[in-house]
């Protein structure tokens, strides 16, 4: 196949900053996407519905005028946020989510949940005004190793969450093991998850393999073969819990490149493309507009984009950075080949 055309795609996971870094990549993100859900972990976090419309507008100011794109907004969750800001978020035209990190569990959860108790009764509202839960899945505890931190998440902390509330719609965020995946499938429909061009990629090799790759470090961290296995036949099969969630987290390259570099992979620039590559090489390019443009608005309740796009299969390098003032943004696979692009 040399060219395929889909219904436009959205993001169901994405990170923008703001400032002059918003300004950077906010056009990558709406060349190709007509929607993205985005993330509240600023510094301060968005944690009230004005904070939200106050972020909506300054990611609407930032996109260029030949683009159309919707900002999908959410809530961060703390120990302290009050049950009435979750029904204002229901009556917001501008707030869709509310999102769970744990304390500690990645870039700016400092002020996440310490004890999911504390915000039980924030579920409580959620479910009953129908607000999707979007969870950061890792616990935290220092005897817990990296590498095992969604695995023991899904294990014992997911389940009471459904458990108590079976009918809060849940997505299991950034999936980068065979467990959730099994979990997920198993669950009820209720329970959905996304998942990020990196881990369809690379294994924990594309990190720790012949010297230290920073661009490729992000939270949760990519995993061992078996798991991208798993993630590749997931995301591929059409099932209708899977969908498209890029996770892209952009950091200056200073703070990429350090002692203590920051989490988080930039695939904005060439998303839809480097989908599109995966599936094409799993054979599956046929079930990209699935994965793309249905599942996540089907599971939002959200109408599909009627636009469509048109990916070809022509060789070209993806840049080494992107300006950001003075500094640069390294984006992912900086400076290599991929073989399929959007059609402007």
Known sequence: MEQITITRPDDWHLHVRTGAMLKTVIPHTARQFARAIIMP????????????????QEIIQAVPENLKFQPLMT???????????????????????????????????????????????IF??????????????EITTPECDIFDRERVFVDKILPKIIADFP?????????TTEEAVQFVHAASKK????????????????????????????????????????????????HPKFFLGTDSAPHLQ???????GCAGCYSAHAAIELYA????????????????????PDFYKLPRNTEKITLRRNNWIIPGYYSVNNDH?????????????LSE
């Open 75 to 121: 809530l961060y969750l703390t120990d302290t946020i009050h049950v009435s800001e979750i029904k204002v978020a229901a009556a917001s035209p501008y707030v869709f989510a509310c999102k769970l990190y744990p304390a500690g569990a990645t870039t700016n959860s400092d002020s996440g949940v310490t004890q999911l108790d504390n915000i039980f009764p």
């Open 254 to 260: 200073f703070k990429k490149e350090n002692s203590c």
């Open 329 to 341: 943004l390294i984006p992912l696979k900086a400076g290599e080949a991929i073989s399929w692009q």
């Open 167 to 175: 009918e809060l719609r849940i997505v299991l965020e950034h999936v």
């Open 191 to 238: 329970i959905a998850a996304t998942i990020t061009p990196q881990h369809l990629m690379f294994n924990r090799n594309a990190i720790l393999a012949g010297g230290i790759r920073p661009h490729h470090y992000c939270l949760p961290i990519i995993k061992r073969e078996q798991h991208r296995l798993a993630l590749i036949a997931a995301a591929t099969s059409g």
């Open 41 to 56: 972990n600023l510094n301060p976090p968005i944690t009230t519905v004005k904070l939200a419309e106050n972020y909506y």
């Open 277 to 296: 590559e995966i599936f094409a090489s799993s054979n599956n390019l046929s079930n990209l507009e699935t994965f793309a443009s249905f599942n996540g």
């Open 124 to 137: 409580e509202a959620m479910q009953k005004h129908d607000i999707p839960l979007l969870i950061h899945g």
